[in-house]
Every structure is written in structure tokens, then in C-alpha cells.
């Protein structure tokens, strides 16, 4: 299972405009469940009603863009959402390397600054 970020009032297409730094604009980013939630553990923005469900108002990106980059520069932040590949029952989880989980963290900054620079709200589930 998977929490998906995304911005509900963005377009509906992959490119924005002319512009490449956003002609690969993740539209929503997604993170294992587990991921998902030491994330907002380690940003402090978990939602303690419903920890699967969330909404940023666009007021708070600012704070929470600076917060995930915190955690994107310090390696001692990031490596706890790094995962070795492992089997719990009949599943198997591939797991995930730092350089996966820069990637995810990238995709989800630029989804806040996305977000932030159009005044838009950003929910996950």
C-alpha cells in the first residue's frame, strides 16, 4: 500500500508550460505507507485523527518545503526512510536506497513549490 501527495486543484497534464523545470512536474509523488508516515513523523505534520489522510493548506508549504529539505540535506534525517529489500509472510517488499528516497523527496519538494507558488493546497491519502 501507498500514500499519494498531490495538488487536487493543479492541471491535469504532465507539462507546465514552457518552462523545464516543470515539463516533468510530478503530478503527485507516492510513498510506501510506511515511508509515508515516518515522513510526516519526522516533518511533525502528522495528522493524529487519521494518519492515512492529510491536507496542507498553501499558507503552510513555505514551512513545510523548508522542512523537507531539511531532511533531504541531512543524511542522518534521510536514512531512516531507507528500507533493505525483506519478506513479512507471503509478501515481499523490494525496499528503497538513498538514492531512491532523494528522488521521492525531490519530487515532493517540487510538488509543494508547485503548489506553494499558485497559492494551491496540497492532500494525501
Avoid at 76 to 103: A, F, M, S, W
Amino acid at each position: 500500500m501507498s500514500m499519494t501527495f498531490y495538488c487536487p486543484d493543479s492541471p491535469r497534464v504532465n507539462t507546465i508550460g514552457d518552462d523545464p523545470e516543470w515539463s516533468e512536474f510530478p503530478r503527485e509523488c507516492n510513498f510506501a505507507n510506511g515511508n509515508a508516515l515516518d515522513l510526516l513523523s519526522m516533518l511533525d505534520l502528522m495528522n493524529e485523527d487519521d494518519p492515512y489522510y492529510g491536507e496542507w493548506e498553501a499558507c503552510e508549504l513555505p514551512s513545510i518545503q523548508r522542512k523537507i529539505m531539511k531532511v533531504l540535506n541531512v543524511e542522518g534525517k534521510r536514512i531512516h526512510l531507507v528500507r533493505e529489500p525483506h519478506e513479512l509472510g507471503r509478501h515481499y517488499h523490494t525496499g528503497n536506497t538513498d538514492e531512491q528516497t532523494i528522488g521521492r523527496l525531490r519530487n515532493l519538494q517540487r510538488l509543494v513549490a508547485y503548489a506553494a507558488q499558485r497559492n494551491l493546497m496540497i492532500r494525501y491519502s
